[in-house]
């Protein structure tokens, strides 16, 4: 398939979306940008979605910038532009409704790295490896640090951003950066897990608790609570919350 992105919807609402330009290493190039932002706002307006995997063709994950393309319009407008237009696509992911899990297979480095950081949840391969490398190039990856900083302790964080070196799947394990770590014939069985348990909560509840999430980790600790006690309230009005709990006082499984 020619696509840059293919996307998938199951019967479950699990929806997979793969990057596919492994000749390029799925670079994060206009195109492929683009091909993501338009899946997320569809997935957006989507009730029926549920999960969304996001997934790369090939042995990478993603380097980052099309840096090829970069170097062919060297205008701080466009560079402005660019990075704008990915940081719009970063944010998305964190505003869907629905979790976000990235399956990592390969190199994920600077944007690639990234955007790993930017998804809700991540399961490596330990084949893959992490790195915010455009210090290499005299370029310090300024935006991969903004979600990188919110997964990791601060000096772990800066010393990848300073040096630009490698880490492995099971450091970035240890690190936060990734949830669980596998061998690369297990990636999509422990990916499923996740999956499962996810579709095993209700919808309604997941999305209020994702922009929760999200919203507190940028207040003061007094209106962070403030808009918790809110939200839990108002998720006690919902259908889910109130089956919910008089199946456990019934002991019972819940009917969603």
């Known amino acids: 398939m020619d696509e840059a992105l293919i996307a998938k919807k199951d019967e479950r609402g699990v929806v997979t979306l793969t990057m596919n330009r492994p000749a390029a290493f799925n670079a994060l190039g206009e195109e492929m940008l683009q091909a993501l932002q338009s899946a997320l706002d569809r997935i957006a307006g989507d009730e029926a979605a549920r999960v969304v995997v996001l997934a790369a063709a090939g042995k990478a994950f993603c380097p980052g910038h099309h840096l090829k393309e970069m170097i062919a319009k060297p205008s701080l407008e466009y560079y402005q532009r660019l990075f704008a237009q990915c940081s719009r696509m970063m944010l998305a992911i964190q505003k869907l409704p629905v979790p976000v899990i990235a399956r990592v297979q390969g190199i994920a480095t600077a944007a690639g790295c990234q955007l790993v950081a ?6 490596a391969s330990t084949a893959a490896s992490f790195a915010v ?12 640090s903004v979600p990188l900083l919110r997964n990791m302790a601060p000096k772990q964080a800066m010393e990848m951003l300073l040096t630009g070196e490698f880490i492995s799947a099971q450091q970035a394990l240890e690190r936060g950066l990734v949830n669980r770590v596998c061998a690369p014939e297990d990636l999509d069985a422990e990916v499923d897990k996740l999956v499962a348990s996810i579709l095993a909560k209700p919808r309604t509840a997941l999305a209020m608790g994702k922009e929760l999430f999200y919203r507190q980790r940028e207040m003061g600790v007094e209106a962070a609570y403030q808009l918790a006690s809110h939200t839990m309230a108002v998720n006690m009005m919902e259908s889910c919350a109130l089956e919910g709990v008089t199946a456990f006082t019934e002991k019972r499984k819940p009917v969603w």
């Open 118 to 123: 930017q998804c809700d949840l991540a399961v």
């Open 133 to 144: 490398s455009g210090v290499n190039f005299g370029l310090f990856c300024s935006t991969p």
